[in-house]
């Protein structure tokens, strides 16, 4: 009977598992989680006096210090609209103080949540700066310079940032290692959103010849508008499934603390009695010797203690004033920066191309540049992964589908045809990094490789004149 009635026990149990629906349990995880997402990681102090915090804010940085090029620019423009050089050099110094506080006002707002959520406002509200400037281009019709610039930040991010934190990073590690099974996931997903790129292209490299179709000009431009539009909406769809994975299901493999995460490993002092002609060795922390140990774990515990409790610069209604009128400074002055490419790109010395892939990306990464390479000194390179990657995937599979949506809105014929060689230069770049990141580890030659690849690509893109698609990409009349 005892035995009959365990097994029966046994069975039920068995039942119960095998009859929880899959879908049912991650919504019950989201929810489950939701408090954990919004609850910081620490306790938040009180802000300081409201002095204190203006005093932050205009003397915080020596880049904040740079904003008086933004009462410059407007002055400039203002009285001499034609100086389209001088313009562009001003609005493209004013927007780097602009970012780095939209960057400090978005720090200010994620300590008070939880750390998954912080990474995700920080990769989204630090790239705001760029993404209003391309915003303001798409609804002047600058659509070259809108699919340049989208691409331009996947670049420099995947490139020149995440080698800058592999350079930097590995300085002071020999080897820095990060969960494989994340870098995995976000691999896979960086490959579909350059499928999703390279699928427009081919359509009109095939069609766009007449000789297998038939098409005209006016049939082909309705159909790739029309397939812009719906891998659009599936990229996006599989941008919401990919937040669901990060921030509920598994966001443990996006955790530095991660069990899954590969060891950090040190470079080894150098011993000897001349301490010359040595190689210099690595070892993971669990052969560290008993000293240095005891001394690592001492001064872990000792920050640990002073860090138990942070100390925001802002109140929060400052935070979010702050917020709101830097994006409309940034707005301000990006207007006046989109509108002297033209007479800029006019003059021959660069191209609308260099512009868009080239420099306003490094405006608008600057400082999210300066924070992910700040903690992969830290051996937070998870942070700096979601700040690199993780932010290459949003502007991939969310901001340029929600470009052509909203292109879609207002009447702007912009697709998701880019110029082929700037595809191809894509594919290249993220097949690159994905070798960069399949072993789970990073160094200091890695992080050089792909600052060399973005070097290349950006001598290539000063001499490439760009590629006109038929008038794919003008605005109606």
């Keep these: 009977m005892e035995y009959g009635g365990r097994t029966t026990s046994i069975t039920d149990s068995i039942i119960s598992q095998d009859q929880e629906v899959p879908s049912t349990t991650i919504v019950k995880r989201v929810g489950a989680g939701l408090p954990n997402l919004l609850a910081p990681e620490r306790k938040v102090g009180k802000a300081p006096g409201s002095m204190h915090q203006l005093k932050t804010i205009l003397f915080g940085s020596c880049l904040i210090n740079l904003s008086f090029f933004v009462r410059f620019q407007w002055a400039l423009e203002f009285a001499k609209p034609h100086e389209y050089t001088l313009i562009f050099v001003l609005s493209f110094l004013a927007i780097v103080p602009l970012a780095k506080l939209l960057a400090f006002a978005t720090d200010e707002l994620s300590i008070r949540v939880g750390e998954r959520l912080a990474e995700l406002l920080n990769a989204t509200l630090v790239s705001a700066a760029e993404a209003v400037l391309q915003i303001i281009a798409l609804w002047k019709c600058e659509l070259r310079v809108v699919q340049s610039s989208l691409v331009g930040s996947i670049l420099s991010k995947l490139l020149l940032v995440?080698?800058?934190?592999?350079?930097?990073?590995?300085?002071?590690?020999?080897?820095?290692?990060?969960?494989?099974?994340?870098?995995?996931?976000?691999?896979?997903?960086?490959?579909?959103?350059?499928?999703?790129?390279?699928?427009?292209?081919?359509?009109?490299?095939?069609?766009?010849?007449?000789?297998?179709?038939?098409?005209?000009?006016?049939?082909?431009?309705?159909?790739?508008?029309?397939?812009?539009?719906?891998?659009?909406?599936?990229?996006?769809?599989?941008?919401?499934?990919?937040?669901?994975?990060?921030?509920?299901?598994?966001?443990?493999?996006?955790?530095?603390?991660?069990?899954?995460?590969?060891?950090?490993?040190?470079?080894?002092?150098?011993?000897?009695?001349?301490?010359?002609?040595?190689?210099?060795?690595?070892?993971?922390?669990?052969?560290?010797?008993?000293?240095?140990?005891?001394?690592?774990?001492?001064?872990?515990?000792?920050?640990?203690?002073?860090e138990d409790e942070r100390i925001p610069e802002l109140s929060l209604p400052m935070a979010l004033a702050l917020l709101v009128l830097i994006t409309v400074l940034v707005a301000v002055t990006a207007e006046g920066l989109v509108q002297s490419i033209e007479g800029l790109a006019s003059g021959g010395v660069v191209s609308k191309e260099f512009i868009g892939l080239v420099l306003l990306p490094i405006v608008g990464n600057a400082a999210e540049c300066a924070a992910a390479v700040t903690v992969s000194v830290q051996d937070k390179l998870a942070s700096s992964l979601v700040a690199t990657v993780g932010s290459s995937i949003q502007i991939s599979l969310s901001v340029i589908p929600f470009i052509n949506i909203l292109g879609w809105i207002i009447d702007r014929p912009i697709t998701m045809l880019f110029d082929p060689f700037v595809a191809v230069v894509l594919f290249f770049s993220v097949l690159t990094v994905n070798y960069a990141v399949q072993d789970g580890r990073s160094n200091w030659l890695k992080g050089m490789i792909l600052i060399c690849l973005y070097v290349i690509a950006a001598l290539m893109f000063y001499f490439y004149p760009g590629l006109r698609l038929y008038g794919l990409l003008t605005c109606p009349a």
């Design 162 to 306: 995440l080698g800058l934190c592999f350079f930097v990073g590995g300085t002071r590690f020999s080897e820095q290692g990060f969960s494989l099974s994340a870098i995995q996931v976000n691999s896979s997903l960086l490959t579909l959103s350059v499928i999703g790129v390279l699928t427009p292209v081919t359509y009109h490299m095939v069609t766009g010849s007449n000789q297998i179709s038939g098409f005209d000009s006016e049939t082909e431009q309705r159909h790739i508008l029309k397939l812009s539009h719906g891998i659009a909406i599936v990229l996006l769809f599989i941008y919401a499934s990919f937040l669901i994975f990060q921030l509920f299901s598994h966001k443990n493999l996006y955790d530095d603390k991660s069990s899954q995460r590969l060891e950090t490993i040190k470079y080894a002092p150098r011993t000897g009695p001349d301490n010359s002609s040595h190689f210099i060795h690595s070892y993971p922390d669990d052969d560290l010797p008993q000293s240095t140990a005891e001394e690592w774990c001492s001064v872990t515990e000792s920050d640990g203690d002073k």
